[in-house]
């Protein structure tokens, strides 16, 4: 069982950056697929990024050109970068180690069922 801990929210103005981590522990990291999801008051949890064993990356279009996913193996973390935040990115963030699957073109993320505590990213003036 992978135990996922993130941290790195906060209060930011829109147009800011933040840089989220998910340490994870208790399995061999490398081997998972790693998810990025946030959570909005009242709406459903969404995937926001995923990547690959093989660090292939990919985005929902609402932060498709603004967010940058990233792995470290030698870490055991995976990283989200967030710039050009807008309000609407406001929710509690959460990692996850999941399993990728191909189909034809295109890259399906599969959860897996440890979650972290997630942390918190408000975007307001």
């Known amino acids: 069982q992978v135990q996922l801990v993130e941290s790195g929210g906060g209060l930011v103005q829109p147009g800011g950056s933040l840089r989220l981590s998910c340490a994870t522990s208790g399995s061999i990291f490398s081997i998972y697929a790693m998810g990025w999801y946030r959570q909005a008051p009242g709406k459903q949890r969404e995937l926001v990024a995923h990547i690959t064993s093989g660090s292939i990356t990919n985005y929902a279009d609402s932060v498709k050109g603004r967010f940058i996913i990233s792995r470290d193996n030698a870490k055991n973390t995976v990283y989200l970068q967030m710039n050009s935040l807008k309000p609407e990115d406001t929710a509690v963030y959460y990692c996850?180690?999941?399993?990728?699957?191909?189909?034809?073109?295109?890259?399906?993320?599969?959860?897996?069922?440890?979650w972290g505590q997630g942390t918190q990213v408000t975007v307001s003036s």
């Open positions: 996850n180690a999941g399993a990728s699957r191909y189909h034809n073109t295109s890259i399906t993320y599969y959860p897996g069922g440890s």
